[in-house]
């Protein structure tokens, strides 16, 4: 089994800064494709980023590019978002997600991943 633990979520003002961490346990965290996606209350969940097991492949969702920054320390057992410029539009739960699947590529859709973190809550305030 895997586990994936969310943490460094809470309040900041607009335009603020928050960095996330995703830590795992468990079985090879390297060979995961990791994922972000978030989730508002009454909306959909969004996809947000996506990082290749090796880092080489960096997707990130139309609403948060230029601003979010996702990265993995595959010694650690980690993947961190870096969230920058942040707008009261970005707040919602984040969780964090792995993708066992082969290949290089990574995926936007929240079916393809297979183990999910409690998720950690971000708000905004304008």
């Known amino acids: 089994q895997v586990q994936l633990v969310e943490s460094g979520g809470g309040v900041v003002q607009a335009g603020g800064s928050l960095r996330l961490s995703c830590a795992a346990s468990g079985r090879t965290f390297s060979r995961f494709k990791m994922g972000w996606f978030r989730q508002a209350p009454g909306k959909e969940r969004e996809f947000v980023a996506a990082?290749?097991?090796?880092?080489?492949?960096?997707y990130y969702g139309d609403s948060v590019k230029g601003r979010f920054t996702i990265s993995r320390d595959n010694a650690k057992n980690s993947v961190d978002l870096q969230m920058n410029s942040l707008k009261p539009e970005d707040t919602a739960v984040y969780y964090c997600?792995?993708?066992?699947?082969?290949?290089?590529?990574?995926?936007?859709?929240?079916?393809?991943?297979?183990?999910w973190g409690q998720g950690t809550q971000v708000t905004v305030s304008s």
């Open positions: 990082i290749s097991w090796s880092g080489g492949y960096i």
């Open positions: 997600a792995g993708d066992t699947s082969m290949g290089a590529s990574v995926n936007s859709w929240h079916g393809s991943y297979d183990y």
